[in-house]
């Protein structure tokens, strides 16, 4: 028996009208996830005749990408919070099918929250990429997802897209390589041997630092006036990071695509030494810097002296050697990271560990690799040795008698390991005994953010009374060649 058509009265109103074809109501019904989860506005979206995803999952998704990222496409927003996509669609026959295969979901879903109001299209990218960006009403959900408070959250970039967001896509990626996002083996089950292979491999590579809600992009990091209303002179970090459980307290992190040159960065390295240099009264009437009103990080040895550390990635699209950007860097920014020598080992009060890398090296090898080069020093090291204020564990080695180098390939490197340097070559003649190697160990392990105990060696966050005893004499005293130098210069 054939069914009747539906027939209103013709005074019905349009509202009354939900459809204006002719297929049968059943097929407009809305459906539910797979989790049986509502979606928002109890809305739902079909493309082909296939349901379009969780919304709330692609919500907290892309809220949760917009705390990290000011604007961002829906292959990157995939790429960190379903990374197991990039390992389906083995079959189709291009890349290109295969990633809009993958981010098809992601996208759908994307121009549902458009309709709600939470985001708005940003322009593309250089390669024809749509960009995405929330409005005031998708940065409250955000703020929600992140449980940050609004405030904090950044504007909505508009107009990022212009001139084709290039540096906030390299911003992304490094986001992305710092986090290195691991598949969910669980929903690749029904793959082929070789493509669960391959994710297996990524799954069981070390791990990233953090998650998503660990990091922030474009923070403006006031030299004078308030956070709400910075004045001028400040800087404004690209990326900073709070992952204390993985080691890393307090990170910022600055992408440069290799257009600046190398008095372009160091300037900009000079605007975050007045930040850092910056004391204001905290709520217990004592003066602190201005970066622990806002962000937590273990005290060292030497308290609130010691800065955060800044590394800087460096993405070559552009016409600037970065090799070269870094050895006139190195030079420029010395009184900056520089630490003073003190009977064997430096003192970095008021010094911004300063660490370079590639974006290329970054996602090769990741945070856990040898892919990050501290200047003054002579070697590639993994993030947390490399942020780690005192030398590794194992003591340096012997102290050279000229400020000449000896290493190639490092630019500075050999006359960093002078008195006062920061770097690894900065001994007495023969190498420290065994017993000051330890207790600079234990030191190293209760530095910002370095070594693998994270800041964590006792509950009071400090070294034991006998190595804050050894602090303490070797600042008392001068070492031998520099009071030679200054009788010499005074006769």
Known sequence: MASRPLTLPPWAPWSARPFATSTPLHRHRPRRSAG????????????????????????????????????????????????????????????????????????AALSDMRRHGLVENGGSTQTAERLR????????????????????????????????????????ETVIAMLRPKPNMAKLTKEP?????AAQAVADAPPGIGTIASYWTEVPLPATGTWTAPGRGGAQADIVVTAPQDGVPLLFIEVDNCHESAEEIADKLEKYARFFRRKVKDTDGKERPIWRTRWSAPDTFSGDAAHPPVLLVF???GERNPDRTIARLHELTRHLWQGEWAEGFHIYDGKIPIVATSLKKLREHGPAG??????????????????GNPPPRGGPGPRPRSGKGTARGVPGAGAAGGPGAGGEAGGRAGGPSSRLRRLRGEVHRRALGGGPGGGLGSPEGLPPAHVRQLQARSRRRRPRGRRAGAAGAAS
Not at 83 to 90: E, N
Not at 193 to 197: D, K, N, P, Q, T
Not at 370 to 387: C, D, K, M, T, Y
């Open 36 to 107: 049986g989860q509502g979606l928002i506005g109890g809305g739902c979206g079909y493309a082909g005749g296939q349901f379009r995803g969780d919304l709330h999952r692609v919500v907290a998704e892309r809220a949760a990408c917009a705390g990290s990222a000011e604007v961002a496409t829906a292959d990157q927003i995939q790429r960190i919070g379903a990374p197991h996509l990039s390992y389906r669609y083995t079959d189709k026959p291009t890349p290109s099918k295969r990633k809009q295969a993958r981010t098809a979901s992601h996208t």
């Open 133 to 172: 960006n929330l409005t005031p009403k998708g940065l409250k959900a955000a703020s929600y997802e992140l449980q940050r408070p609004v405030t904090e959250m950044g504007s909505t970039a508009r107009g990022a897209g212009s001139s084709g967001a290039s540096h906030p896509m390299a911003v992304n």
């Open 370 to 387: 040898p892919a990050f080069l501290r200047f003054g020093r002579r070697r590639l090291e993994p993030l947390r040795e490399a942020i």
């Open 193 to 197: 041997a070789e493509v669960r292979a």
């Open 315 to 317: 993405n070559r699209i």
